[in-house]
């Protein structure tokens, strides 16, 4: 299967390659710290963690930053804003919004602390109406069809 080509520049301080699937299945691939020194995030903390990659992504994708399912299963450690959005026209750093569970978290250069997962984005073109189709649930809200 052919993949999206996406332009990379790794700047990371040691060299762990370009972001991978852990396997053929993997719909993330893992990303890492790219640290001079550990970053220690207190209990329900936050910290911003470099990555040293940069990227072109082409228009009409983003890239989603998301957690590692471990890493919030067994030490309650997530990416703050998930899904954490790159969009194509970005060509900064990619840094990651790491939140750190109650006994706090230690990040050390090359630790994988996150996954890219790739998206195609459709844009959205608006057209202005003075109805909408109506729908069983109409205008309910939040917990409209129930908590649980």
């Not at 991978?20 to 220690?40: E, H, K």
């Not at 954490?84 to 990040?107: C, N, Q």
């Not at 073109?125 to 069809?145: K, N, Q, S, V």
Request: with cysteine; hydrophobic share 40%; charged share 20%.
């Amino acid at each position: 299967m052919s993949g999206v080509k996406v332009k990379i520049i790794n700047k990371a301080k040691h060299s762990f390659g370009n972001p991978t699937y852990a396997d053929p299945g993997s719909s993330g691939m893992d990303v890492r710290a790219s640290l001079d020194d550990n970053i220690w995030i207190e209990p329900n903390d936050v910290a911003v963690i470099p990555t040293g990659l940069f990227m072109a992504i082409p228009v009409g994708y983003e890239i989603q930053v998301r957690p590692r399912s471990g890493l919030a299963a067994k030490l309650g450690v997530t990416v703050l804003n998930t899904p954490g959005t790159l969009d194509a026209s970005y060509r900064g750093e990619v840094r990651v919004i790491l939140k750190a569970g109650s006994s706090g978290f230690l990040v050390e250069n090359g630790d994988r602390i996150a996954q890219l997962v790739l998206c195609e984005v459709p844009i959205c073109e608006w057209e202005e109406t003075e109805t909408l189709d109506e729908t069983e649930r109409g205008i309910g809200g939040f917990g409209h069809t129930g908590v649980k």
